[in-house]
């Protein structure tokens, strides 16, 4: 029994091992596929700001992001417009955009970038990934004062969760909860902690880099956890499958 004890250990050891450097491997693969999201001031003091991340998909041209992370309306006197932010550091460029599907359900938008294509993250099917996966995001934490610089954090599928559960205190609903009751769906809870700025980043499989996923670091999370007075370092996602069916409907080309 002892013997079966030490082979076991082993074995995890070595599959730990192999699965950091997949992901090493994987980081380096979908990292030019990792932008920011924000808006491009050209005539204001401060000509661009940085709001959250999102991944490139299909043809280099669509950007996929959280709603939530869109800005709620652009100033035309100072010719705002959205912006996506790509490389790194010193070398980040400016990218303009234009919004071309969004779901306020799912919390999820989709944008078209002007100019010539991006590289590409690759988008895994429909179906839920087993708990225990273990998973990868890559994207902006706290950008706008760490700057453009991608950070990868890594975990597993904790859970698979639903949206929102109802409350005992009706005091305790909201607008928001209300309409989520009605069409409440499942979402991946997380281990690996997602902080302001990863919302929109692309969750995936460390070994093959597709994408499941995309976290959500605000819109779930106030709602899940409408009961608590301070949020949890809970991180959760929204499945794909979510995503392919927006793209579907407005007959987005998905595949690269």
Not at 1 to 13: D, T
Not at 234 to 250: C, G, N, R
């Amino acid at each position: 029994m002892r013997y079966v004890k030490i082979v076991l250990s082993a074995c995890l050891i070595i599959f730990s091992s192999l699965a950091k450097a997949n992901l090493a491997d994987t980081v380096e693969k979908i990292k030019p596929a990792i932008v920011g999201i924000g808006v491009h001031t050209p005539s204001g003091r401060q000509k661009n700001s940085l709001n959250g991340s999102g991944f490139v998909i299909g043809n280099g041209q669509y950007v996929v992001t959280n709603h939530h992370v869109l800005p709620k309306e652009l100033d035309e006197n100072t010719l705002q417009q959205m912006a996506i932010f790509t490389g790194s550091g010193k070398n980040a460029k400016v990218r303009t955009a234009d919004i071309v599907a969004s779901s306020t359900l799912h919390d999820i938008a989709v944008l078209k970038v002007h100019g010539s294509p991006l590289p590409a993250m690759t988008l895994a099917d429909s179906s839920f990934k087993r708990e225990g996966s273990y998973v990868a995001f890559t994207g902006f934490p706290i950008g706008a004062v760490l700057g453009l610089y991608p950070v990868t954090h890594r975990g597993i599928i904790a859970s698979i969760t639903p949206t929102i559960i109802p409350v005992d205190n009706a005091k305790q609903i909201s607008i928001k909860m209300l309409k989520m009751l009605r069409n409440p769906y499942l979402v991946y809870q997380l281990d690996a902690t997602a902080y302001p700025g990863n919302s929109g980043s692309a969750l995936y499989d460390v070994n093959s880099g597709e994408v499941i996923g995309i976290i959500n670091k605000v819109f779930i999370q106030g709602s899940k956890e409408a009961v608590i007075a301070t949020p949890s370092g809970i991180t959760y996602a929204i499945p794909v499958k979510y995503l392919l069916a927006l793209l579907k409907k407005h007959k987005i080309d998905y595949l690269n």
